[in-house]
């Protein structure tokens, strides 16, 4: 079993910059494939970004690339979503999400294991 619990959302203006971070527990992540996924309300989870066991291949959505950055501290058994310039269309609950195999996926269905969620809002 792996806990996910993720932190670091909050109200933000557009343009501006957080960092949110996912910490695991249960079991090391180490070789695991992790993705971050969004949830805007009346919409369906979305792809955000996903990254190798091995930290050496990242994936982005179109819309996200550019802007934000996916990273992983094995050490700390940890995953971390830098988000910058950020956008109103950015406003959702953000999720992270850990699969058991090496390779990384952009579907919530190949994921096995999913935090709670933390909201982020982006004002005008």
């Known amino acids: 079993q792996v806990q996910l619990v993720e932190s670091g959302g909050g109200l933000v203006q557009a343009g501006g910059s957080l960092r949110l971070s996912c910490a695991a527990s249960?079991?090391?992540?180490?070789?695991?494939?992790m993705g971050w996924f969004r949830q805007a309300p009346g919409k369906e989870r979305e792809f955000v970004a996903a990254?190798?066991?091995?930290?050496?291949?990242?994936y982005y959505s179109h819309s996200v690339k550019g802007r934000l950055t996916i990273s992983r501290d094995n050490a700390k058994n940890t995953v971390y979503l830098q988000m910058n310039s950020l956008k109103p269309e950015d406003t959702a609950v953000y999720y992270c999400?850990?699969?058991?195999?090496?390779?990384?996926?952009?579907?919530?269905?190949?994921?096995?294991?999913w935090g709670q969620g933390t909201q982020v809002t982006v004002s005008l």
């Open positions: 999400a850990a699969r058991l195999t090496l390779r990384v996926a952009t579907t919530p269905g190949e994921y096995d294991y």
């Open positions: 990254i190798g066991w091995g930290g050496l291949g990242t």
């Open positions: 249960g079991r090391t992540i180490t070789s695991a494939a």
